[in-house]
């Protein structure tokens, strides 16, 4: 079979679910393409060669010419944006491209957009307490504007698990688009979007409605997919296909790998005291290492899915380090020698920083899908990260400038959830060396 019949399979072989409505003159079969039911219940597709035969999605040209051409109509898109790794879903690019041709540095309003543009913060279970609403929707609003889009008309702080924040982004967005308009939902792979369209179906009582398949696997939306029952009569709401970003390791690593960085549970920080010539390990996918800086040591705190092993040593160890552990001990990635060679070498990057505090962190270097690095120095600091080879790297002032209670020492940093499985460590704490 060749890759145009296994796409075309993919798209046209269906599954059916029984509805679990109770009224059984709604009880209609929920249909499920296999594609989706290959995602849904076992949380990969059929065919990766069918995967890859299947047509893109041009967001400006679908989203963009529909905004422009409807004039009479009013337009939201609604932005959703993973906290724990904004800069990584920030789907930047693509919302530019939504942008009238204006200069760069006039779109500090919403004023002349054609659009209004609400930003979903999804995933702030995953945050510590401190990070507080008020802290992280200026943090937000302010990371927008030096990305170079215009400052949210709102932006929402919302968890589609638990539901918090569901009403308020649902009833936003109806009383923006008012009696005749369309929203757009639109984010990068992952970030959640039909996770929060869901919720909202589930907040409106629309039981018997198909809820939107929802995967780690990146692409899990092929195209535009009408949301019913959700806004007036006169307006439609849109879920559209994830804007693929080449720079999040998502898009270097299996389905497992992507699931272990992907938090479960509440995000933890992890703080090391390192000197120079010292490096901390996340995982086989990023060192840092400490260059020069103005004092004896400074605070790295790692802020990753507990499922990511930690090691703290010195910078002339690391490279042995890597190739005796790199996705064995040091995961993801998994596999072992094998799997880190395919992955291919980590490069360095240096990286020039200015910080202004001892007592916290105030500059992150965030590195696109696996989460961010906080700084904690007063003066320049010279440091070095190695990533694989297109991974995205930003830094911007702490999102999150607390260290953990208790600094870890040498050697390695057990995750949250392996403590939590042998029961041996609390979580945060050291594990063997």
């Known amino acids: 079979m060749d890759i145009d019949e296994d796409a075309d399979r993919l798209q046209r072989q269906q599954d059916v679910e029984p509805s679990t409505s109770s009224n059984e003159e709604d009880a209609l079969p929920a249909i499920l393409c296999a594609r989706c039911y290959s995602l849904r219940h076992y949380g ?74 609400v930003v979903a913060a999804s995933k702030v279970d995953l945050l510590p307490p401190q990070a507080t609403q008020t802290r992280l929707q200026a943090w937000v609003h ?3 504007r030096q990305a170079g889009l215009p400052s949210p008309a709102a932006v929402h702080l919302i968890s589609s698990v638990k539901g918090t924040g569901v009403k308020d982004v649902l009833g936003s967005v109806q009383e923006m688009v008012g009696a005749r308009g369309d929203v757009w939902v639109v984010g990068a792979q992952n970030a959640g979007k039909s996770s929060l369209i869901n919720a909202m179906q589930r907040l409106a009582g629309l039981k018997g409605g198909q809820q939107l398949t929802t995967a780690a696997q990146p692409g899990t939306t092929l195209g535009m997919l009408k949301v019913e029952g959700l806004l007036q009569s006169g307006c439609k709401m849109w879920d559209t296909p ?10 270097k690593l299996t389905a497992d790998e992507v699931r272990m960085l992907l938090p479960r549970r509440q995000l933890k920080p992890r703080t090391f005291r390192a000197s120079a010539d010292q490096t901390v390990f996340l995982g086989g996918l990023a060192r840092i290492d400490v260059v020069q800086i103005p ?13 990511v092993t930690c090691h703290y040593g010195r910078t002339d160890k690391a490279g042995d380090r890597l190739s005796s552990n790199g996705g064995s001990l040091l995961v993801p990635p998994v596999g072992g020698s094998v799997r880190m060679a395919e992955l291919g070498p980590l490069l360095p990057q240096d990286i020039l920083l200015e910080g202004s505090n001892w007592k916290e962190s105030s500059v992150d270097i965030a590195i ?44 390695f940093s057990s995750s949250n959830l392996k403590a939590a499985v042998k029961g041996k460590d609390k979580p945060g704490k050291v594990g063997s060396k």
């Not at 994830?242 to 898009?251: C, M, T």
Request: glycine share 12%; net charge neutral; with cysteine.
């Open 44 to 117: 990969h597709v059929v065919s990766q060669h069918g995967e890859a035969a299947l047509p893109g999605f041009d967001l400006n040209k679908k989203v963009g010419r529909k905004i422009k051409l409807q004039k009479y109509r009013r337009a939201v898109v609604l932005c959703v944006v993973d906290m724990a790794d904004f800069d990584g879903s920030l789907p930047r690019e693509a919302l530019q491209e939504l942008l009238p041709g204006l200069e760069e540095g006039e779109y500090g309003s919403q004023a002349g957009l054609g659009y209004r543009l």
């Open 295 to 307: 004092a004896q040591t400074i605070y790295l705190t790692i802020w990753a899915s507990d499922e």
């Open 242 to 251: 994830g804007v693929p970003h080449r720079f999040q390791l998502s898009s």
């Open 368 to 411: 696109a899908g696996l989460g961010w690095i906080a700084v904690g120095v007063k003066g320049p600091a010279d440091l070095r990260l190695w990533v694989h080879e297109g991974v995205g790297v930003t830094t911007h002032a702490s999102m999150l400038p607390d260290y953990a209670q208790a600094l870890e020492r040498p050697g």
């Open 142 to 144: 302010r990371r927008c």
